[in-house]
Nanobody, 126 residues
Framework: EAQLEESGGGWVQAGESLRLSCVTS????????IAWFRQAPGKKREGVAC????????SYSDSVKGRFTISSDNAKNTVYLQMNSLKPEDTAVYYC???????????????????WGKGTLVNVSS
């Protein structure tokens, strides 16, 4: 079965950095787009970043563009999210997600995602 396991979350001060990792298995990595979503308390789950491992094409939500970088290591079936200049509003549980069709990843639409990880908590204090 498909599996996505996030790691790297933690507690940081505003302005600091974290790198999240998502190790995947059980599906053809390069035939899926891989996304990071996040969900803050009381908020809906929103798309943050998307990468297509087949060609390294990336996209980002407006709220993180210029601060976060998504990348893939295809040999390890792993996706990373480098998070710089973190803000308190970035506080959320961050989820790794796989999308065969691609719309959910590209548009940040959780309803179109095929496989989800369990999430890792990022807490940014002011």
């Amino acid at each position: 079965e498909a599996q996505l396991e996030e790691s790297g979350g933690g507690w940081v001060q505003a302005g600091e950095s974290l790198r999240l990792s998502c190790v995947t298995s059980g599906f053809t990595f390069e035939q899926h787009d891989i996304a990071w979503f996040r969900q803050a308390p009381g908020k809906k789950r929103e798309g943050v970043a998307c990468v297509s491992p087949s060609d390294s094409e990336t996209s980002y939500s407006d709220s993180v563009k210029g601060r976060f970088t998504i990348s893939s290591d295809n040999a390890k079936n792993t996706v990373y999210l480098q998070m710089n200049s973190l803000k308190p509003e970035d506080t959320a549980v961050y989820y790794c997600a796989a999308d065969k069709v691609g719309y959910g990843c590209r548009a940040g639409y959780a309803g179109a995602i095929d496989y989800w990880g369990k999430g890792t908590l990022v807490n940014v204090s002011s």
